[in-house]
């Protein structure tokens, strides 16, 4: 799956707080991991989430080999819709 690298970061820092933990449990892997996978950092501690960035507009295009942290950061923005 492609998409920008702002749109990315949008749905990342649209997050409610604890969500990156959220995530990490759900998929057992380690904050830093799903925080490599949104680009905010490297961090060494995380293992490469098969993302890869292409300069472009609007940040460069982020191929994902793998949309699962993706899809579950979607589904907790849309629990936050359906609660507000």
Do not use: C
Not at 1 to 20: A, C, Q, V, W, Y
Not at 46 to 65: N, T
Request: aromatic share 6%; proline share 6%.
């Amino acid at each position: 799956m492609n998409i920008t690298f702002n749109e990315l970061r949008r749905i990342k820092d649209n997050l409610p707080d604890g969500s990156i933990h959220r995530i990490a449990r759900e998929l057992d892997v380690t904050v830093e991991s799903v925080w490599n996978y949104f680009g905010g950092y490297t961090h060494p501690e995380g293992r490469p989430m098969g993302v890869h960035l292409e300069p472009g507009p609007d940040g460069g295009v982020v191929s994902l080999d793998d949309t699962r942290i993706l899809d579950i950061a979607n589904r907790i923005l849309e629990e936050q819709h359906a609660h507000a």
